[in-house]
T-cell receptor, first 113, second 110 residues
């Protein structure tokens, strides 16, 4: 039982490069989320998907796009990476809604130079 | 802006003592409250949830909720060095997403 799987675990990008962070869950959850975590800032919501086929902006969506590919997969894309996007990114899933909290993936540590 | 506030710490307690972690929230309609533990370099893991006023106990952990005061706390009894971590308070927002506090770093000294 893998839970929430994120890839890659580490990535270094140059300013202006693009990349996609992948997330997949095997718990049949409807809702999926992307957060970033920065020192002193806590976890901040980037985008979320309440169900397959829907996505919504969170607190810090600028510079990111998402795709809910199917019920299992929710990807986060950085089109033109900036140093301000250096962070640890967590994917999470939940069902129903947030009644039972989230299950988090192991995280992606991204550095933009 | 819906807010969840925690003292960043570090909170230092001796081994065997009770650690008390506190959290306040601003949104009165919140119904679900969670405590997550996060070890350095790891992802958050859910340790407690609480939905009704009062206390909820699970082993060495007790969550306390007071909706009138918009206050939720986590007590860790018989603290162990392995409890040293950052503890995140999370509050639901109308069932669509959780808002997290900045976390309290707990250090349990042998």
């Amino acid at each position: 039982n893998a839970g929430v799987t994120q890839t890659p675990k580490f990535q270094v990008l140059k300013t202006g490069q693009s990349m996609t962070l992948q997330c997949a869950q095997d718990m049949n959850h409807n809702s999926m989320y992307w957060y970033r975590q920065d020192p002193g800032m806590g976890l901040r919501l980037i985008y979320y998907s309440a169900s397959e086929g829907t996505t919504d902006k969170g607190e810090v969506p600028n510079g990111y796009n998402v795709s809910r590919l199917n019920k299992r997969e929710f990807s986060l894309r950085l089109e033109s990476a900036a140093p301000s996007q250096t962070s640890v990114y967590f994917c999470a899933s939940s069902d129903p809604g947030t009644a039972y909290g989230y299950t988090f993936g192991s995280g992606t540590r991204l550095t933009v130079v | 802006q819906k807010e969840v506030e925690q003292n960043s710490g570090p909170l230092s307690v001796p081994e065997g003592a009770i650690a008390s972690l506190n959290c306040t929230y601003s949104d009165r309609v919140s119904q679900s409250f969670f405590w997550y533990r996060q070890y350095s370099g790891k992802s958050p893991e859910l340790i407690m949830s609480i939905y009704s006023n009062g206390d909820k106990e699970d082993g060495r952990f007790t969550a306390q909720l007071n909706k009138a005061s918009q206050y939720v706390s986590l007590l860790i009894r018989d603290s162990q060095p392995s409890d040293s971590a950052t503890y995140l308070c999370a509050v639901d927002n109308a069932g669509n997403m959780l808002t997290f506090g900045g976390g309290t770093r707990l250090m349990v000294k042998p």
